[in-house]
């Protein structure tokens, strides 16, 4: 069965203060680890999609990096704009269809 | 272009009653799943179309049905209504042959 392990479940930074989120997961023949931005009573808003071992993508304070059995997202000088729900998904297998397996999510406060 | 819309927005149901929930997905798009999330936890898969045709069904009873019509709209139904059926319903679309999921707003669902 596929799973998702993202921690911590909540990180508050001062604005400026860099930190990594994490998301460990174990699936059978990964096809693509999907990163999702939630606002509070909002739906999932698409970050990145990364698809193998060392590949990496930036988007203004946030870069997503992937290994073999983890992906780190990497948040530069924050600002309190970024506070929200930050969740992870995998996409796996022939049969899974476009199924996503969510993380239970790690929600972000950063504080001016 | 025109995002994922869902309707209604929010709905009150009380245990043992059936409830429709909408979704239009992005023009162009073929695929739509759909997603609950509990409060404070991950979206969980509950069914995925493609060209009206189910194409994947997550782990959850038959109470929950739904079907994709030729415009690629797609409806939710869940009867027989439980407390523990209370949470935020959401859709996603996804065009044929890509991968990223863009997801909707979502409705949010409180049976009393």
């Known amino acids: 069965e596929d799973q998702v392990t993202q921690s911590p479940e909540a990180l508050r930074l001062q604005e400026g203060e860099s930190s990594s989120l994490n998301c460990s997961y174990t699936?059978?023949?990964?096809?693509?680890l999907f990163w999702y931005r939630q606002d509070p009573g909002k739906g999932p808003e698409f970050l990145f999609t990364?698809?193998?071992a060392g590949e990496e993508k930036e988007k203004e304070r946030l870069k997503a990096t992937l290994t073999k059995k983890e992906s780190f997202l990497h948040i530069t000088a924050p600002k309190p704009e970024d506070s929200a729900t930050y969740l992870c998904?995998?996409?796996?297998?022939?049969?899974?269809?476009?199924?996503?397996?969510f993380g239970e999510g790690t929600q972000l406060t950063v504080n001016p | 272009d025109a995002g994922v819309t869902q309707s209604p927005t929010h709905l009150i149901k009380t245990r043992g009653q059936h409830v429709t929930l909408r979704c239009s997905p992005i023009?162009?798009?073929?695929?739509v799943s759909w997603y609950q999330q509990v409060l404070g936890q991950g979206p969980q898969f509950i069914f995925q179309?493609?060209?009206?045709?189910?194409?994947g069904r997550g782990n959850f009873p038959d109470r929950f049905s739904a079907r994709q019509f030729p415009n690629y709209s797609s409806e939710l139904n869940v009867n027989a209504l439980l407390l523990g059926d209370s949470a935020l319903y959401l859709c996603?679309?996804?065009?044929?042959?890509?991968?990223?999921?863009?997801f909707g707003p979502g409705t949010r669902l409180t049976v009393l």
């Open positions: 996603a679309s996804r065009r044929g042959g890509g991968v990223v999921q863009y």
């Open positions: 699936v059978s023949g990964l096809r693509g």
């Open positions: 990364l698809y193998s």
């Open positions: 998904a995998v996409q796996a297998g022939e049969t899974s269809g476009s199924r996503l397996t």
């Open positions: 023009s162009g798009h073929k695929s």
């Open positions: 179309y493609y060209e009206k045709e189910e194409r």
